[in-house]
């Protein structure tokens, strides 16, 4: 994910400043100065690093800092706060107006990914209970036209074309179409450029002028640096957009055009593409983002994604199963199988507080899914629900079964056993309902889930950026 190199640079940072107690200025000074390498490193713009450093410094050497008992704590909240600021503070949302369609005009530069990012915006709107109408207006590029269908296809949404006749025509059309059928939002596939001309940007003012657009958002891809703030200051005075959607953040990139593109130019991040899945668009939250670069993880999004992964049904059923009978390797599997749904393991690590950027690759790889996966087919029904009964002679076959070793059945096994404890400690696996009052969350909801979704629900009300300060805490 973006920002890996600059979570890890700013994590050992703070990590000296919480271990000297009491701070200087020198101190302050000091940090800063990595601080304002670490950013630029990662290719923020250079004002915006110099004005967020001067900030931070302000505020970082007062007397309530300096003089605190926790000033290294108080530091790395002054940059988390600033880091939102700098982003936008809140999520910006859809220029949705009163009276449907609302009108999106996609537009970017080619090889940004604007249209499998139309189609993954499409999929989004659906899920929102939006129904969008794709519509093919890049009738230049070859296949275009054909790629829009395919992934609006994936995307379970209709797409709007009539071959390579005028954009503004198809434009036209689309609206009339979308009136007919019902369609509330209309999601324009503009053509793209090598780069910025007089002719492409003579076309987008046509068909800006006859679908008068509530939102026109422009795709840069985060790979190209500064340059896509460049290209989106571009597009803003010729065009004038109104947000930006930043496409390949997954990517091993610097990401410092999300943290500059508001600030330079004014115009907020709404939406990020962190895959290439058509799940895999994100819309983007300034507390969010901070908290996973400050290393503090991102719970509310971990939530979002198991929300949209797990019915409720399915989720009710597991508690009851585990509460009633305990957690066992059927249920480490599928539990496994809905993890897998949710994105890269990497990814979904790093959302969790106090883990993000603590787990390395290298024991990534140890509990590899395919690998649990394949040692737990191998054993038997009897084995998978009781697994206290594989002996040595049944570790044996399930690694020749798996192409494992036994080793690698031990530290499953080992594995398991702690997650059953951690069930134990929320009140669940264990026979009992220990949740307490905490487990007014239906029938399902008893006990330690109950706890959870409590927890979950009390975190949504705090607004806590990714569970708030205790994952750096130490």
Known sequence: MAFESLSEKLGNVFKRLKGRGRLSEADVKEAMREVRLALLEADVNYKVVKDFVAKVSEKAVGDDVLTSLTPGQQVIKIVNDELITLMGSENSKINFPSKPPCVIMMCGLQGSGKTTHAAKLAKYLVSIGKRPLLVACDVYRPAAIGQLQVVGEKAGVKVFEMGQISPVAIAKNALRHAKDYGNDVIILDTAGRLHIDETLMTELKDIKAETNPNEIMLVVDAMTGQDAVNVAKAFDEALGIDSVLMSKLDSDTRGGAALSVLAVIGKPVKFIGTGEKLEDLEPFHPSRMASRILGMGDVLTLIERAEQTVSEADAKKLAKKITSEGFDMNDLLSQM??????????????????????????????????????????????????????????????????????????????????????????????????????????????????NMAKMAHQMRKMNLPGGGFGGMGG
């Open 337 to 450: 199988q809905q993890i897998k749904k949710m994105g890269p393991l990497k990814q979904i690590i790093g959302m969790i507080p106090g883990v993000a950027g603590k787990i390395d690759d290298e024991a990534l790889e140890s509990v590899k899914m395919e690998r649990v996966t394949a040692l737990i087919q191998s054993m038997t029904p009897t084995e998978r629900a009781k697994p206290s009964i594989i002996n040595p002679s049944r570790k044996r076959r399930i690694a020749a079964g798996s192409g494992n070793t036994v080793a690698d059945v031990n530290r499953l096994i080992k594995q398991f056993e702690g997650m059953q404890k951690m069930m134990k400690q929320f009140g669940i696996g264990a026979g009992g309902n220990k949740g307490g009052k905490g487990g007014k969350g239906g029938k399902g909801g008893k006990g330690g889930m109950g």
